[in-house]
């Protein structure tokens, strides 16, 4: 199941890196819409945009309603997480359209970040990596761009 999902977005991204129309994926038959976890562990500001580019063109594609997209940042990628980061207002846009941001305690703690260094719209996961597997675990498709 993880795999057919994985391959699902792999071909939704890919139609829409391509150009292709917009598809209306809804919910399946139980009721599960679809849902998406996305890897960032990388501080380059060209790796987030790409990520927020991935997250807003699911939801444009499939429709806002109809997808849940989580972003679990660590490692070096949580710097981004921090109130003067490079894509701070793409991180704020991305939490009004109901993209989760989530960064790992772990790597803060590792850093040495408190909460009053980060964006006040960012969520807070024990560790990322553990959030990823227990999200795939749970069926969520898999994106690391």
């Known amino acids: 199941m993880q795999f057919r999902n994985l391959i699902i977005a792999s071909s939704m991204l890919a139609a829409i890196a391509a150009g292709g129309a917009p598809?209306?994926?809804?919910?399946?038959?139980?009721?599960?819409?679809?849902?998406?976890?996305?890897?960032?562990?990388?501080?380059?500001?060209?790796?987030?945009?790409?990520?927020?580019?991935?997250?807003?063109?699911?939801?444009?594609?499939?429709?806002e309603e109809n997808?849940?997209?989580?972003?679990?940042?660590y490692g070096p990628g949580i710097g981004m997480l921090k109130k003067d980061s490079a894509v701070a207002k793409r991180i704020s846009d991305a939490r009004d359209k109901k993209v989760t941001v989530v960064a790992c305690e772990n790597t803060?703690?590792?850093?040495?970040?408190?909460?009053?260094?980060?964006?006040?719209?960012?969520?807070?996961?024990?560790?990322?990596?553990?959030?990823?597997?227990q999200k795939q675990q749970q069926g969520w498709s898999y994106i690391r761009p």
């Open 23 to 63: 598809v209306a994926l809804a919910a399946d038959a139980s009721g599960v819409k679809n849902r998406v976890v996305i890897q960032v562990s990388e501080s380059d500001p060209k790796n987030w945009n790409l990520a927020l580019n991935n997250a807003r063109n699911l939801q444009q594609a499939l429709g």
């Open 67 to 73: 997808v849940e997209v989580e972003i679990v940042v």
């Open 108 to 133: 803060m703690k590792g850093q040495h970040l408190t909460y009053d260094d980060m964006l006040p719209t960012v969520g807070y996961v024990p560790g990322g990596v553990i959030e990823i597997m």
